[in-house]
């Protein structure tokens, strides 16, 4: 799918953001990442997305399987969603959600932060059209 400089898949990112907000104004950064799981999943459904929480994603090298990344949640089956409750998105966090999501055939990811102060997100895409060039 050739994007030509447009949004990608626009319309679901600012109802993921919307949800994110939703559940902040409700809880703020005070509960545990299972607790704002929940509630951004029936924000979400609520909007009408499909929702896979914890699906098994297999990593290949050279056509063979070397391992499994398991994503928070996975939306409408083209949205990666990695959720973080923690202080700040630490350098790590994000390296380590850009190497999934380079592994992934998904080209676009969340990587959402529910902290005590603020809601962060990081918003990735990669197209492996990008990776030819």
């Known amino acids: 799918m050739e994007n030509n400089g447009k949004f990608l898949y626009k319309k679901e990112s600012f109802d993921i953001i919307d949800a994110c907000q939703e559940v902040w104004k409700e809880f703020g950064g005070s509960f545990k990442e299972v607790i704002v799981d929940r509630a951004l999943e029936i924000a979400l459904r609520n909007k009408g997305y499909k929702i896979d929480s914890q699906k098994r994603i297999d990593i290949y090298f050279k056509n063979e399987k070397v391992g499994v ?28 959600f850009w190497h999934y999501l380079k592994a992934s055939s998904y080209k676009l990811g969340f990587l959402i932060n529910f902290s005590p102060k603020k809601l962060e997100f990081r918003r990735r895409v990669y197209d492996m059209a990008r990776k030819a060039q």
């Open 69 to 96: 990344y398991v994503p928070d949640k996975i939306i409408n089956e083209i949205i990666l969603l990695e959720l973080k409750c923690k202080p700040f998105i630490a350098r790590e966090d994000e390296k380590q």
